[in-house]
């Protein structure tokens, strides 16, 4: 479980993040929406340690995570929007690689199963990332995920520039990942995959989470109707 307890962030007499509280638990999926500017990328830098919060806490699992925690670490797996990884080695050497750095040491065959978990087609597993799509990067990167035995997956706009195949993938992949008990949160501009993957979504302006919905409540056209209202 991942929570946010009056989290804020300013940056010189600007309020990036005014407390915020979220929780998302395990096998919830959490959707953030708001404007560009909005405090999403913020949200997710904080729980990610990439920018320490001006007060507030963030707790895992009902642990407050200090900035030098190593739970962070163990715990959360990062998808940035084009997931970077090394273009001269393979799938599976990347995949590999990166479960090694965590301390992970599969055989091939459990390389290749994770590979296969994320969808991502047999004949790329052994062909160098340089080549690959958004999508079969993200792939990828949400197999490191799983390698890494991850409970927390975060996400920056993990749908734009797929196309609706790719999306919908993403999507099945998304809510098995909640079912086996994964706590994903999200920031995206895409209303309608909101509807279809989360359990609860979050709309920000100006760096305070002004509505949660629950996903299963509203329709991708109330959304746009409430999201236009509010921003
Ligand atoms: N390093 C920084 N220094 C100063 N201001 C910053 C910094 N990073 C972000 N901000 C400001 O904080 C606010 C929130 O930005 P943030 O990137 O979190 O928004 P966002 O909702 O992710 O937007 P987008 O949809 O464009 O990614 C914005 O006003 C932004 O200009």
């Known amino acids: 479980m991942l929570q946010a307890i009056s989290l804020s962030k300013t940056y010189q007499s600007h309020q990036a993040l005014n407390e915020l509280d979220l929780t998302v638990n395990q096998g919830e999926v959490f959707c953030l929406l708001g404007q560009n500017g909005a405090g999403k990328t913020t949200t997710i830098n904080l729980f990610l340690g990439f920018i320490l919060p001006s007060s507030g806490k963030i707790l895992i699992n009902n642990e407050e995570i200090s900035a030098t925690s190593d ?82 997956i975060l996400m920056d706009e993990p749908t734009s520039g797929l196309d609706p195949k790719a999306t919908e993938e993403f999507t099945q992949l998304v809510k098995k990942l909640a079912n086996e008990g994964k706590s994903i949160l999200m920031a995206t501009h895409d209303i309608f995959n909101a509807v279809n993957v989360a359990t609860n979504i979050g709309i920000m302006r100006q760096g305070k989470l002004v509505h949660t919905i629950k996903a299963s409540e509203i329709t991708a056209s109330d959304l746009q109707k409430l999201y236009l209202q509010t921003i």
């Open 71 to 152: 739970t962070r670490r163990k715990h959360i797996a990062y998808i940035p929007e084009v997931v970077m990884l090394y273009g001269n080695l393979t799938a599976l050497e990347n995949l590999d690689y990166f479960s090694k750095l965590a301390g992970f040491n599969y055989t091939s065959a459990s390389l290749t199963e994770f590979l296969n978990e994320c969808g991502l087609q047999a004949d790329a597993h052994h062909k160098n990332l340089s080549g690959f799509s958004k999508g079969m990067r993200q792939k990828v990167g949400i197999a490191i995920a799983i390698a890494k035995d991850a409970k927390i």
